[in-house]
């Protein structure tokens, strides 16, 4: 089994980088103008027409998957380092790592949180001040005061 992963896994690596590049586009393209150059030659036949057809058709089939296996590795590389960004920093709240694996309702509930955070924000001094889920509501206080404080 852990061959087969391996050869896919390396299979599907080399396509999306073969596929994704210009030479693919060129060559899609320039089949493309054949195709269409050929048209008075074949009368625009029901043939013709069903060649092009069954080609794409068959290609956007399998490129689907390969471009859902490549951005599931995408997506995945980008939590792991959203997640190193968030365990380095002491004042992140540790609860967002893992943040994907909540249901939409948990989702929803922890976005209208930073949407009153946010609006909290908006009456800071400082627009450039970022809080934890754990720390917000505290950390907005201790700004307000130091900022009458020192009178920013």
Do not use: C
């Not at 073969?18 to 269409?36: D, M, P």
């Not at 048209?39 to 058709?57: A, C, K």
């Amino acid at each position: 089994m852990s061959t087969n992963k391996n050869f896919f896994e390396n299979f599907a690596n080399a396509a999306t980088t073969f596929t994704g590049s210009y030479y693919v586009f060129l060559g899609a393209l320039a089949i493309v103008i054949i195709w269409a150059a050929t048209s008075p030659v074949f009368q625009y036949s029901e043939t013709w027409q069903l060649i092009i057809n069954i080609g794409t058709t068959i290609i956007t089939f399998l490129m689907v998957f390969l471009i859902q296996k490549a951005q599931n590795k995408d997506s995945k590389a980008i939590q792991i380092k959203l997640n190193e960004l968030i365990a380095a920093n002491k004042t992140t709240s540790n609860r967002i790592v893992n943040i994907e694996n909540l249901t939409e309702e948990e989702l929803d509930r922890i976005h209208k949180y930073y949407e009153k955070l946010s609006d909290e924000a908006e009456e800071d001094a400082d627009l450039h001040a970022s809080h934890s889920i754990d720390a917000a509501t505290k950390n907005q206080e201790e700004k307000s005061e130091y900022f009458r404080k020192e009178q920013y």
